[in-house]
């Protein structure tokens, strides 16, 4: 295009063109074409990298909550669920940003080459390879620069991930935080992180302001080197020179802009993929085949469990052999600082019931873990014949419908479902449910009693049908007594009769009598282990612990009145219902709501009041420092060819010195102006958003529990303070600055070419018409779509944060493809609008830019048809300023 351009003003000056074409609007159609089709092109890139980019961010997502089912114990106390969310709210994102505006990283540097090979055809040899050095010292500066922000994103993200983690565990404990009114020094202790987070931040983009900077001021730092150093060599140069240096200059601009975004992404991306390969990297849960031997032969009954010289380890964080992920392992004291089994030998017949009694500590749950494979072995042999269903001893309860907590996203079997409830002493409970089994349970069980929790953590293992070996760690310590005893002969001596039971007691020691086989654990190991009669003999206070059993109707009596008083407490006196006359839902979590409609002005002014200085004052802060840098650059411009013109017909006080000072004086003055203006913006919004977190987490904190926290996930909430945040501090920022940098440019290349003509001027009010109705109707579609993005980005942190709390649930149910195949869902979805929301971006830019194009036209037919009536100066400045239109009112 700068050829054309050069052509274009070589037919207005009567002068020969280096085409030959003495036709001018036919150098208008073919200046026009060429800027059709690269905008087209940059377009279509610009897709390609968005669909990859979704694709590579729904392949992580997928691969992160893949591997959190996976984790190994020790890679779990490495790995905090606050750690591992902000990896899939932050990190991943990182990464599409990267695969987004990476690319520009090789391709600026290509335009920058035909730049300075232009240059040399334009001038000559030596102003080319002064802009080349310019070029390698600026490319060098801006990679050092990239390296610093790396390294201060990796300094960033641990205090980041710190608030999250105490965020995260106020929001879950709510009710302890109230209970102890500790709202205020929670609030301090989040603040005080806060304000850390915002000083890292801080420097963070500094240091990209400096990048975007030098890059941005780059084509014009080009300009003065080319001219600097062609006026010592040669003495002179021509107005047409100047202007074609410009738009020569332009070709790179595109890649200009988009070179410290990408730099920037791209570092924030290696980062971010360090930080991701290292978590998939980590240590895994071994295989059943490896963790335990299912044997499926003949002479090994279905249900039996047998452990012959086993040693078993909780390994401490991070503690591995090799870092691998299959790796031997021994518990030595060496090897790990956790717990550990020793001396395990264990032999379980199918269909009998083993009890395991010890003091705190002692290893009972330990052992548990280490039948499910949890704990890593050692050393011996483990084999475990059949299918297992786990009852955990804190239970674990999603945030679904009571009936599908208990069917387990299983089959729906009517009578089977029916005994289940009644063995587990949940049908009371089902009757003062306002929707039956069909009202929906809060996240973590939080409308239900510890004893409903465990209850229905015990109906979920009987359902099973499929179900060989029952492992049930102490689910009777969190109901009453009599309660306790009602599920024990049900459910444990009837129900499941047939199956191979292994229960934890830490109380209830009069029910040891109905065990065929009793382990007494003992300091991580088995003390003793034999028949009730032989267990009582060595620890005879075992018997004096136990509590009267009382007969089967008082059982009942008091059991009805223990549950209906609960139910009562829990949901308040309600009718019975019936589980097969519910139609409909009792949804107890609220949806997401989505805003609708425009951004208002409300909001803006909100955020900007946030700064502490107030709406109007940022508005005239803005303005004034965008204005006053553009206006420094447009003269720059101007100048130069005012010099060359003052060069071809100089004065008797003409100074080349003189002029030289002035044009190096505004470029440096320029060059300050917009660092100056950037790092204004970035503080005054960096001040909005932690004024706005601090404000939010305070009126969370204290907000109501039953009419918020009950019925709002806190995956929702933590996206506020995850994600939406991260967008406020790293994005905001860099986006205001494009945002307003581009306006600026955009408006005054508008102003620039309607000060050519009053004619072009009035070509205006159409095209600016066309942008505003392509604008409007491009927002009202991209808002919602993206307010339906971060909606349905909910789910998908709900489902990780629930997955992280039952995963040893999930693993002993051999749950996780159900649960992949959940997660999998979720994230299409997501992936959906969120593709969506890039791929209208596109659609907004095809035809912001295909105006552009026709300021384009309208101008230089307007130069051509008014051929010499302007004069080289003004029709120079006005048809570069039209070309720089092109990738400047899409990017605003």
């Not at 047409?240 to 410290?260: D, E, K």
């Not at 503690?319 to 550990?340: I, L, N, P, R």
């Not at 290893?363 to 890593?376: I, P, V, Y």
């Not at 997955?803 to 749950?815: C, D, E, P, S």
Request: include cysteine.
């Amino acid at each position: 295009m700068s050829f054309l351009v050069e052509a274009i003003l070589d037919y207005i000056n009567d002068r020969d063109n280096i085409f030959g074409i003495q036709n001018g609007y036919v150098l208008v159609v073919m200046l026009s074409f060429v800027a059709f089709v690269s905008m087209m092109s940059f377009n279509f890139a610009w897709f390609v990298s968005s669909r990859i980019g979704v694709n590579m961010r729904s392949l992580l997502l997928d691969a992160v909550y893949r591997k959190s089912l996976r984790l190994s114990s020790e890679a779990r106390q490495k790995y905090s669920s606050g750690e591992i969310m902000t990896l899939v709210s932050v990190d991943i994102d990182r990464v599409f940003n990267g695969m987004m505006n990476g690319p520009w990283v090789l391709l600026a540097p290509i335009g920058f080459t035909v730049t300075v090979v232009l240059i040399g055809v334009l001038f000559d040899t030596v102003a080319a390879v002064a802009g080349l050095a310019l070029l390698i010292v600026v490319l060098t500066t801006s990679f050092r620069l990239a390296k610093r922000i790396g390294r201060a994103r990796r300094e960033l993200l641990p205090v980041t991930e710190e608030r999250l983690r105490v965020t995260s565990e106020a929001l879950q404990g709510i009710r302890v935080t109230k209970f102890y009114a500790w709202n205020e020094s929670v609030a301090t202790r989040v603040e005080k992180m806060r304000r850390e987070e915002v000083k890292r931040y801080r420097h963070f983009h500094i240091l990209q302001i400096l990048n975007s900077a030098l890059l941005f001021l780059t084509p014009t730092f080009l300009a003065g080197v080319t001219i600097g150093v062609y006026v010592v060599y040669r003495g002179a140069f021509s107005v047409i020179q100047a202007f074609t240096l410009i738009a020569v200059i332009n070709v790179s601009r595109q890649g200009v802009n988009a070179f410290p975004l990408g730099i920037a992404d791209l570092s924030q991306s290696a980062v971010a993929c360090h930080r991701i390969d290292e978590f998939l990297d980590s240590n895994e849960l071994k295989s059943d085949t490896d963790a335990t031997t299912c044997s499926e032969s003949q002479s090994t009954a279905k249900g039996s469990i047998s452990v012959e010289k086993a040693q078993f380890c909780w390994s401490a964080a991070g503690v591995s052999s090799d870092g691998g992920k299959d790796e031997s392992f021994t518990c030595d004291m060496e090897a790990t600082t956790g717990f550990s089994l020793e001396y395990i030998n264990l032999h379980v017949e199918a269909g009998s019931l083993v009890m395991v009694v010890g003091t705190v500590g002692s290893g009972k749950s330990s052992l548990l873990q280490a039948l499910l494979g949890e704990m890593k072995t050692a050393r011996g042999h483990v084999d475990i014949n059949g299918e297992i269903a786990y009852v955990s001893q804190e239970a674990w309860i999603r945030n679904a419908t009571l009936r599908d907590n208990i069917v387990f996203e299983g089959d729906f079997d009517s009578e089977r479902y029916d005994k289940v409830l009644a063995a587990s002493q949940l049908s009371l409970d089902l009757a003062a449910l306002p929707s039956g089994d069909r009202t929906e349970i809060g996240e973590r069980g939080i409308n239900l009693s510890g004893g409903q929790k465990a209850r229905v953590s015990v109906a979920r293992a009987l359902y099973r049908k499929s179900t060989d070996i029952l492992l049930l760690d102490d689910p009777l310590s969190a109901v009453d007594p009599h309660v306790a005893h009602a599920i024990f002969e049900q459910c444990i001596l009837g129900l499941t009769k047939q199956k191979t039971r292994v229960l934890v007691v830490n109380s209830h020691y009069n029910l040891l009598v109905h065990a065929d086989h009793i382990l007494v654990m003992q300091n991580g190991r088995v003390a003793s282990e034999g028949k009730y009669t032989e267990i009582v003999a060595r620890f005879p206070e075992l018997a004096s612990k136990s509590t009267v059993w009382v007969e089967n109707d008082a059982v009942k009596e008091t059991k009805q009145q223990v549950s209906t008083s609960n139910q009562e407490s829990h949901f308040g006196s309600s009718p019975p219902v019936a589980t097969g006359d519910v139609k409909t839902e009792d949804q107890l979590m609220e949806k997401e709501d989505r805003v609708k409609g425009r951004v208002t002005g409300y909001i803006y002014k909100t955020y900007l009041d946030e700064t502490g200085v107030g709406a109007f004052a940022v508005v005239v802060i803005v303005v004034t420092g965008y204005t006053v840098s553009q206006g420094l650059l447009v003269l720059v411009n101007w100048w130069q060819a005012y010099w060359a013109d003052n060069m071809r017909h100089p004065s008797a006080s003409y100074s080349a010195s003189w002029f030289g000072l002035w044009y190096f004086g505004f470029i440096a003055l320029g060059a300050v102006a917009t660092i100056c203006r950037s790092i204004t913006v970035m503080l005054l919004l960096l001040r909005s958003s932690k004024n706005l977190h601090d404000e939010l987490f305070r009126r969370v904190l204290t907000a109501p529990v039953n009419t918020y926290f009950d019925v709002t996930p806190v995956g929702r909430i933590l996206n506020r303070f995850s994600n939406d945040l991260d967008q406020m501090d790293s994005l905001l920022p860099q986006q205001w600055q494009n945002f307003v940098q581009n306006i600026s440019l955009s408006v005054g290349g508008f102003i620039v070419c309607a000060l050519a003509s009053y004619w072009i001027g009035v070509s205006y009010i159409p095209v600016i018409a066309a942008l505003g109705v392509t604008g409007v109707y491009f927002k009202k579609t991209s808002r919602e779509v993206k307010r339906l993005e971060g909606i349905s980005r909910s789910p998908v942190y709900n489902l990780l944060g629930e997955t992280l709390n039952g995963v040893q649930t999930i693993r002993a149910f051999k749950m996780q493809s159900t649960f992949e195949q959940m997660n999998a869902n979720a994230v299409d979805e997501n992936a959906s609008f969120f593709f969506i929301y890039g791929a209208a971006g596109r659609w907004l830019a095809v035809r912001l830019d295909t105006l552009s194009v026709v300021v384009i036209f309208v101008v230089s037919l307007y130069l051509v048809a008014t051929k010499g009536q302007l004069g080289t100066l003004l029709s120079g400045i006005s048809l570069v300023y039209a070309l720089m239109l092109t990738s400047m009112v899409q990017s605003s």
